[in-house]
């Protein structure tokens, strides 16, 4: 069962440009069936309650050039709990089938 994030109120911007999501020894990862390279990229998102930085890993060769403060946003946001190791310490990681840049919008001239 996929947990999609329900997107249509909040607004996305980066915090910080992709990364590779790398192993213990530096080795940029990859995904599971695929092979494809695994980036992340820490998004800021914004709605009514306020902001929280998060960081959401997309498989692919060549993500986007983005800037930090660009609004963004991403496609398929999925949550993904999970605890860590010897702990009962709650996590959530965010996976997105990709994050697009949101075409800014035409200005219009008032006379």
Known sequence: MKLMVDMSDVQFTVGRPFTPRTD?????RTEKGTGRPLNVVQLVAIDEAGAEAINVTVAGENPPKLTQGQSVR?????????????TN????????????PVAAAKATATS
């Open 24 to 28: 213990q020894n530096g080795a940029q």
């Open 74 to 86: 991403p496609e398929s946001l999925e949550a993904i709990p999970w605890v860590k190791n010897n």
């Open 89 to 100: 310490s709650a996590q959530v990681a965010f996976r997105a089938t990709s994050v697009n």
